[in-house]
């Protein structure tokens, strides 16, 4: 177990933040986790973080205990003709696994390549990209309770999964730590090419594998998103709406061209869009700016404070608000 005091945390957010922590604490395995957990006092803070790639440290200092996995290992747990099922560490980084797995041509995770984290997050956050979610994949969650200290594995269907949403961020939130996820793939891959014409990419008789799909998607992103190494960010900073049908109708009478989609309780609308709409894109406030390219990306234009990002962020949300009556939710979590 590696534990390091007045700890830096500027290698761990994407953002950029200077904050420190108090004490960070990395675990190697269950039982170091298990062991940690036991020495604690109940009124630590005790926060656990994976690549911090959709936090934002609101404070420089933090007055607790920063966690972090360091389980790593892909291990074969069954297989079939069809199917291979792998139990991975909540500390593999998120686009090692998926090249892992698109290396040996199995599939499902393709569409998800890129994404910046690891894999414990990714099971809390239903990660997802290009018409694909993590919950298509994923079998069962390991993890340990920080109440009682013992193993609990959930089912897929214990999940609660929704968009960017699961019972770990709702009913059971920081009450469980994720050590492995467990995910199914395909043997003999359906590739989900619909979304944002990703086919467009290939030629009509153009065998299309794994591989390329996985590249195609790298690519597209390199081109769309700001690499948190140049131009420190969390990804999408905004959550996309879902608004009632009478509200989406009479925004349609003056915005012809508004873009939605079907949502189970409601209608979906691209926070970009709107975004887009405000005028603030491109635009930058104290040291944050709307990213040029995706207005749904905050990002931190050098040295800034959790303080400029957070004036920037409602400032987007007041403009939004006060031009469609939607109030836009940050998707960035606030430590
Ligand atoms: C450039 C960029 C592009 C992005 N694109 C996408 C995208 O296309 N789709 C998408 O869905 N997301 C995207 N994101 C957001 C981000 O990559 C995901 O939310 C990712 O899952 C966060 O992983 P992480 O390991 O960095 O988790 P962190 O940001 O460190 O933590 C996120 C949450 O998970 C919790 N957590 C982390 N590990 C564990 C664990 N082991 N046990 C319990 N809780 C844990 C934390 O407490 C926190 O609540 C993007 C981010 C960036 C910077």
Not at 38 to 59: A, K, M, P
Request: a negative charge; one cysteine or more.
């Amino acid at each position: 177990m590696r534990i390091e005091q007045d700890f830096s945390l500027l290698k761990y957010n994407t953002f950029g933040m200077k904050t420190v922590a108090r004490r960070f604490v990395e675990y190697s395995s269950t039982a170091e986790l298990q062991q940690f957990l036991r020495s604690c006092s109940t009124d630590e803070q005790v926060f656990q973080i994976g690549g911090g790639s959709n936090l934002l440290f609101i404070h420089p200092l933090f007055e607790g205990t920063i966690l972090h996995s360091a389980i790593k290992g892909i291990e074969v747990m069954d297989e079939d003709e069809e199917s291979i099922c792998l139990k991975v560490g909540a500390g593999v980084v998120w686009d090692e696994f998926v090249a892992h797995v698109v290396a040996r041509g199995w599939g499902g995770a393709e569409n998800l390549s890129l994404i910046p984290g690891e894999v414990g997050a990714s099971a809390i956050q239903n990660i997802g990209a290009y018409g694909v979610e993590a919950k298509d994949i994923i079998s069962n969650v390991y993890t340990i309770d920080r109440n009682n200290y013992s193993v609990r594995v959930f089912e897929n269907s214990d999940c609660n999964y929704g968009y960017r949403s699961s019972i770990f961020k709702n009913s059971l939130k920081d009450q469980y730590i994720v050590t492995h996820v467990s995910y199914r793939l395909r043997k003999h891959p359906k590739l989900n090419l619909s979304y944002g014409n990703i086919s467009a990419a290939f030629g009509e008789d153009e065998e299309i594998t794994l591989q390329k799909v996985r590249d195609h998607i790298i690519r597209i992103r390199e081109q769309k998103l700001p690499d948190p190494k140049v131009l420190g960010n969390a990804g999408s900073y905004f959550m996309n709406p879902v608004v009632s049908t009478a509200l989406f109708e009479s925004l349609k009478r003056d915005y012809h061209d508004i873009p939605s989609y079907p949502a189970e309780d409601g209608i979906k609308i691209p926070a970009a869009w709107l975004i887009q709409q405000t005028g603030w894109k491109g635009k930058s406030l104290g040291k944050a700016a709307v990213y040029e390219k995706q207005p749904l990306v905050l990002v931190n234009t050098g040295d800034a404070e959790a303080i400029d990002v957070i004036h920037l962020a409602d400032a987007v949300i007041f403009a939004v608000e006060e031009k469609f009556s939607i109030r836009l939710k940050p998707e960035v979590i606030y430590v």
